[in-house]
Structure formats: structure tokens, C-alpha cells
């Protein structure tokens, strides 16, 4: 499950592979690894992590936007696939980049235990990652659909109260509903 790429037409250019930087990555992530499992376990009630890069770009075997992997991606996996008795049943990513998380959200597209909420500026498909991605129409697919919900701002012209208003009457009221 690894967004690394060998080299090629798909290598994103705007990355140097080195030999310390699988190494370097896997340090960072241990916070996020346990962390997660305090939750999990009952330890701690709550967490945040402030992850950068948030590595939302990453595809699989494709490495994009300055990005080697994502790193939510092999936590929600671990979570839901290497440690069930864990309990974990559902996990919420809340991306608020002003990128569309492109990779996240292809990576758990079809998934319905992964809700993906992305707020990015999107301008019609033209902002980056651009295309259609980040469209409010892209739900998901098979299981996953209704899973994947994104706002689109246009233009970039937004600010507080038009981040409170999609928290209270869009992200809000869909946790409450599932």
C-alpha cells in the first residue's frame, strides 16, 4: 500500500528520493501510530495530529505534490485491518488543505468504514491538483458512495464564517447521521 513510485512518467520531479528518506518518513509517523492507538484503546479520549506534509497528494505507486506517501492511509488501514481487536469500526479524515487531497481520497474511494471530508479551493477543476477530483460530485463508488463529501470554495475567497458555516450545517449533521 505504498505511494512511492521507482522512477519513471509518474515520478513527481519535484522530488528527490534519497536512501534516509523511507527511514525519515517511518520516524515522523510514530507519533500518529500511537497516538491513534491511545485512542483506540481508551487511553486518551481524543487526539489531533497536525501531520505535514498531510501527504494527501500520494497515489498509490505515485508519489505527487511534494508528497512520498500518505501517511493516513497506513494508520486507517492499520487501525481497521492489522489490529481489530482494536474495535476500530469507522474513521473521519478532515482535510482542510487548501488542495483537494487527491490521493486520500482515491485510496479509501470505495470504503464505506473511511468518511473522507475535504475542504480545498477548487476553481471549476482549475486550482491544483486540478480536474474533477475535488468536484462535490465525486461521492465515491460501490460501498464507499455517500463516503467521500467535498466542498469546493471557488476562487479562494472564503474566511472563517464560511468554514463555520460548512463544520455546522454540513460536516456536523452527516456525524450525526451516520
Given at each position: 500500500?505504498?505511494?512511492?513510485?521507482?522512477?519513471?512518467?509518474d515520478?513527481?520531479?519535484?522530488?528527490?528520493?534519497?536512501?534516509?528518506?523511507?527511514?525519515?518518513?517511518?520516524?515522523?509517523?510514530?507519533?500518529?501510530?500511537?497516538?491513534?492507538?491511545?485512542?483506540?484503546?481508551?487511553?486518551?479520549?481524543?487526539?489531533?495530529?497536525?501531520?505535514?506534509?498531510?501527504?494527501?497528494?500520494?497515489?498509490?505507486?505515485?508519489?505527487?505534490?511534494?508528497?512520498?506517501?500518505?501517511?493516513?492511509?497506513?494508520?486507517?488501514?492499520?487501525?481497521?485491518?492489522?489490529?481489530?481487536?482494536?474495535?476500530?469500526?469507522?474513521?473521519?479524515?478532515?482535510d482542510?488543505?487548501?488542495?483537494?487531497?487527491?490521493?486520500?481520497?482515491?485510496?479509501?474511494?470505495?470504503?464505506?468504514?473511511?468518511?473522507y471530508?475535504?475542504?480545498?479551493?477548487?476553481?471549476?477543476?482549475?486550482?491544483?491538483?486540478?480536474g474533477?477530483?475535488?468536484?462535490?460530485?465525486?461521492?465515491?463508488?460501490?460501498?464507499?458512495?455517500?463516503?467521500?463529501?467535498?466542498?469546493?470554495?471557488?476562487?479562494?475567497?472564503?474566511?472563517?464564517?464560511?468554514?463555520?458555516?460548512v463544520?455546522?450545517?454540513?460536516?456536523?449533521?452527516v456525524?450525526?447521521a451516520?
Amino acid at each position: 500500500m505504498e505511494a512511492i513510485s521507482g522512477g519513471g512518467r509518474d515520478r513527481d520531479l519535484s522530488l528527490d528520493w534519497k536512501s534516509k528518506t523511507r527511514a525519515e518518513a517511518a520516524g515522523r509517523s510514530g507519533k500518529l501510530k500511537e497516538a491513534s492507538e491511545k485512542v483506540a484503546t481508551g487511553e486518551l479520549s481524543s487526539a489531533v495530529a497536525i501531520v505535514r506534509p498531510p501527504g494527501h497528494h500520494a497515489e498509490r505507486m505515485k508519489q505527487w505534490g511534494f508528497v512520498y506517501l500518505t501517511m493516513l492511509l497506513f494508520f486507517a488501514s492499520y487501525l481497521l485491518n492489522q489490529r481489530p481487536e482494536l474495535g476500530v469500526k469507522k474513521i473521519l479524515i478532515v482535510d482542510w488543505d487548501v488542495h483537494h487531497g487527491n490521493g486520500t481520497q482515491k485510496m479509501f474511494w470505495k470504503d464505506p468504514r473511511v468518511l473522507y471530508f475535504s475542504v480545498h479551493r477548487f476553481d471549476f477543476g482549475t486550482f491544483y491538483p486540478s480536474g474533477d477530483d475535488g468536484s462535490h460530485t465525486m461521492v465515491g463508488e460501490g460501498l464507499g458512495a455517500g463516503y467521500n463529501i467535498n466542498v469546493p470554495w471557488e476562487h479562494g475567497r472564503v474566511g472563517d464564517a464560511d468554514y463555520l458555516a460548512v463544520w455546522e450545517h454540513i460536516l456536523i449533521p452527516v456525524l450525526l447521521a451516520v
